[in-house]
């Protein structure tokens, strides 16, 4: 009987998508963390996608949640995930990475809170992260402080829900600031990239 197969090679429904192109020209040998896994979408787009990738770390509690991060906030959730969606993201995620991956690649994923998960990454080790986990601005904020140290100079923090300004874009220009970083922060369909 023939296997199911899903297809991740240019998946440009993905939250990554976007950024693709820019992960593949920073060189080779990188080593890569995604902030909120979800679904293993992103992660998996990255992995099909980007074979300078030797190693990439993805983080998800995959606990309930509110989600509050919106263009127009209204103090308001925009949606809820539930015990049993995120229970249906886990093994979408990890069905995929035991199926769908052609084991070149290494990965390793933290099923933990992003703030403690952070303590597992020694400074100054990842080229790059994807950052699409936060809920609130407030979360915004914490998580960027917490792993903008994790980043090589000259490596990049790139992200998703560019279009959600106050929530994610300030709270990151502010801590662009408290790190002295004067590059320029780049968004297009709602993804945001800067050099570190």
């Known amino acids: 009987m023939p296997m ?3 297809n991740f090679v240019r998946d440009v429904e993905s939250d990554v998508a976007p950024l693709i192109f ?17 679904r293993g979408d992103s992660f998996l787009t990255i992995l ?3 074979n300078n990738v030797k190693k990439l770390y993805g983080v998800d509690s995959w606990k309930p949640y ?6 127009n906030p209204d103090n308001h959730p925009a949606f809820f995930v539930n015990e049993q969606q995120n229970e249906l993201n886990k093994f979408l995620t990890f069905w995929n990475l035991k199926y769908e991956t052609d084991k070149s690649h290494d990965f390793e994923i933290f099923e933990e809170d992003t703030l ?24 915004t904020y914490a ?7 994790k980043i090589k100079n000259g490596g990049w923090f790139l992200g998703h829900d560019a279009e959600c300004d106050l929530q994610v874009i300030k709270p990151i220009e502010r801590v662009k600031q408290r790190f002295n970083n004067s590059n320029e922060l780049v968004s297009y369909n709602n993804c945001f990239l800067f050099k570190v």
Request: with cysteine; hydrophobic share 45%; aromatic share 14%.
């Open 4 to 6: 199911i197969k899903f």
């Open 22 to 38: 820019a992960i593949n020209t920073m060189g080779d040998n990188l080593v890569g963390l995604e902030l909120g896994v979800c």
């Open 48 to 50: 099909h996608n980007c």
């Open 66 to 71: 509110y989600d509050y991060i919106k263009v």
């Open 116 to 139: 403690t998960a952070v303590k597992r990454i020694a400074d100054s080790s990842l080229d790059f992260i994807f950052f699409d986990a936060m809920s609130t601005e407030k979360q």
């Open 143 to 149: 998580e960027a402080m917490a792993y903008y140290p």
